[in-house]
């Protein structure tokens, strides 16, 4: 990221914690974590709206009964 732009947020101490002990373990910045976990939200986010858009264009989602038949042929 070539530009970049500087906000404020708030964490919930514990995610505060374990992005310092990334850092005191040389595995990025803060900023790095905070950058990764809203591009790994963001890709999460689209991959949900495909999936809702995809259910709509065939009938929705499964009911419990294809849901069931589709774990047993998949052996769940």
């Known amino acids: ?3 970049k732009v500087k906000i404020a947020v708030s964490l919930p101490p514990e995610l505060v914690e374990r992005a310092h002990q990334g850092v005191a ?7 790095a974590y905070v950058a990764d ?3 790994q939200k ?5 991959l949900a709206t ?3 858009e995809m ?3 065939t009938g929705g989602p499964l009911t419990a ?3 069931a ?3 047993r042929v998949l052996g769940r």
């Not at 373990?25 to 900023?31: C, D, F, H, L, P």
């Open 69 to 71: 038949d589709a774990d």
């Open 50 to 52: 495909l999936l809702d």
């Open 55 to 57: 259910l709509a264009g």
């Open 1 to 3: 990221m070539a530009n």
């Open 65 to 67: 009964e294809e849901s």
């Open 42 to 46: 963001s890709k999460l986010d689209e």
């Open 25 to 31: 373990e040389g595995r990025a910045s803060v900023s």
């Open 37 to 39: 976990a809203i591009e």
